[in-house]
């Protein structure tokens, strides 16, 4: 029953819980989760010598995904290098090619790295476009204020998810920026529709307010009524 605890609470266990949690098997157990717990309890002693059991783990197939797990997680403790996780991802897409951590990796490493966008366009192509990365790589891009990026990131996201409620708040806020309230009114429509009916509050604010100024602006602009009528329903919560 102790290993059978200690296998169940393994993926939630911390750094410093999964020392405790190693103790109920024997050290001659080599099985997945038990490496796995031991990497992790080396990551909180000593992150160097956790990613140097990690890596070694990784040379010596077959490996399976807890294994892959365990190595990014150390390479991400302490003062990860982004060039060292890039490193353990390339290894990985060339063992495993279609292994989805390719992409989590990807992003871990341009989220350190001073120049990240080749970095996160690569995982987003990993995915094929995945919606979920796509998302995850746009907020970074909003929360750095690059418009020139997020616009890179808009189209082929834009057709994997195109009714997206945070795609379409962002290209519409950037019509918006552009002088294009008109071509925005359409998509902080769906943004606000989409992000109603998820009940994503935090996406609907903010195309709330970028929904208020577009329909300011085209308020004496004929040709915007057929796209007004809709974004001012949607403000004011009307199906």
Known sequence: MVRFRAVLASPLATKDEACELSQGFSWSDRGPVVSSLRVRCEASLDANRARKIGRAR???????????????????????????????????????PQSTFAEKGLVAAGDLSKKPHALWMEACA???WDPSCSRRVLRRYVELKDVTHAKSVLPQALVEAPLDALLCGVQGEILVTDGKSVEALPWLTKACVGARARRDHEV???????????????????????????ALKCMKGEP
Do not use: C, Y
């Not at 399976?64 to 390339?90: C, F, N």
């Not at 300011?216 to 057929?226: D, G, L, S």
């Open 58 to 96: 990784l040379d010596v197939l077959p490996f399976g995904v807890l294994d892959v797990e365990v190595a990014l997680e150390a390479e991400l403790a302490g003062k990860p290098d982004p060039k060292s996780i890039e490193s353990l991802i390339r290894h990985v897409m060339k063992t495993l």
């Open 126 to 128: 990993q995915v094929s």
């Open 204 to 230: 609907l604010q903010s195309t709330l307010a970028t929904m208020h100024v577009a329909i300011a602006r085209t308020a004496t602009t004929p040709a915007a009524k057929p796209a007004r009528e809709p």
